[in-house]
């Protein structure tokens, strides 16, 4: 298993999504007639749309997020959370500028550069709006090039040269406890079935990285557990959202009042640990979420079932 780390704090920005070395480890498995897999953990075109010259970033009317651009099938600016879809803008709302941009970089725009960079090649993208969610090699095929989220994981073939992941990053700052996780994984799978993988990162040094680098794996499984155990996550305590969502805000905010209080009352037991996070929208719907970590949620969601649980607008998500 060979793990190249590129710093790409010191590649030049004109290669972007990829650094020279990158390219160059492309280009021999390649040339080697072996297949490239590019693992990149974001879909669609773009991540937002903005205005450049007053930093307007077109919005969702329903729900608190930006619109992501697509280019496949058509030219639009999706929203991930409710659907909704408009038209690419022409001009800016707020002051008329002209001077917009695609910010952040997704599979359909990482797919076109490589269309670019290596004209002869096949490029099959593999992700949610692709539609192929697995691939079998045909060793008469010539070497191709899988760019795509996870579903790159389901590529399976015994000439699979380079593996790239081409931002670290996209993967190392989703907040869920068992994200760093859920990342060795994919860096381990892939990095198994290729003969060279490499990861582009700002972060070298992050534990993930560092236990490959180094292949101190039982320091990095010690240290994932023990941080599970210090904060209250599974396998040592249970993990619980309440969501709550409502097109009214004040009734939202009196079953928010009703739960608060119960988790002050349960809060003198000292290991219960709660998150407000602040009011969200989606699909047109206010949202509040309330974290709760305990040895056993069980036995204290039951006590409180019969107010909450007949409230239509209240759901339980066990992770
Ligand atoms: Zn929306
Ligand atoms: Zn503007």
């Known amino acids: 298993m060979i793990i190249t780390v590129v710093d790409l704090s010191l590649s030049p920005r004109e290669t972007l999504p990829f650094a020279p070395e990158t390219l160059t480890c492309i280009e021999r498995s390649l040339a080697s007639g072996r297949h490239v897999i590019i693992y990149h953990n974001r879909r669609w075109a773009g991540t937002a749309t903005i205005c450049r010259t007053c930093s307007h970033v077109w919005q969702c009317p329903r729900c608190d997020v930006a619109l992501v651009r697509h280019l496949r099938p058509t030219d639009r600016l999706r929203c991930h959370r409710c659907g909704y879809v408009g038209h690419p803008p022409e001009t800016c709302p707020e002051c008329g500028g ?16 490589l269309q670019t960079l290596f004209p002869s090649f096949r490029i099959v993208r593999l992700d949610a709006d692709s539609g192929e969610s697995a691939w079998c090699d045909d060793p008469l095929l010539s070497p191709s090039i899988f760019v795509g989220t996870a579903s790159v994981l389901s590529v ?56 490959f680098v ?105 992770h």
């Open 156 to 211: 399976y073939s015994d000439r699979i040269g380079t593996c790239v992941f081409t931002l670290f990053e996209n993967d190392s700052i989703v907040t869920s406890y068992d994200s760093d996780e859920t990342l060795h994984r994919r860096i381990r799978l892939l990095s198994e079935r290729s003969s060279e993988t490499v990861i582009q990162t700002h972060i070298p040094h992050h534990p993930v990285i560092r236990s």
């Open 214 to 318: 180094s292949g101190t794996y039982r320091e990095f499984a010690r240290e994932s557990l023990d941080r599970r155990m210090r904060f209250w996550y599974p396998p040592y305590a249970e993990l619980v959202d309440i969501v709550i969502r409502h097109r009214d805000r004040t009734k939202l905010d009196t079953i928010l009042a009703s739960i608060e209080s119960w988790l002050t009352n349960r809060q003198n037991t000292t290991e219960l640990s709660c998150d407000r996070s602040v009011t969200s929208r989606e699909d047109g719907l206010y949202v509040r979420r309330v974290t709760m970590k305990w040895i056993d949620l069980g036995t204290d969601l039951a006590l409180i079932r019969n107010t909450l649980w007949k409230n239509r607008a209240v759901s339980v998500e066990w």
């Open 98 to 113: 002209a001077d917009i941009a695609t910010i952040g970089v997704g599979t359909q725009a990482i797919e076109s550069r």
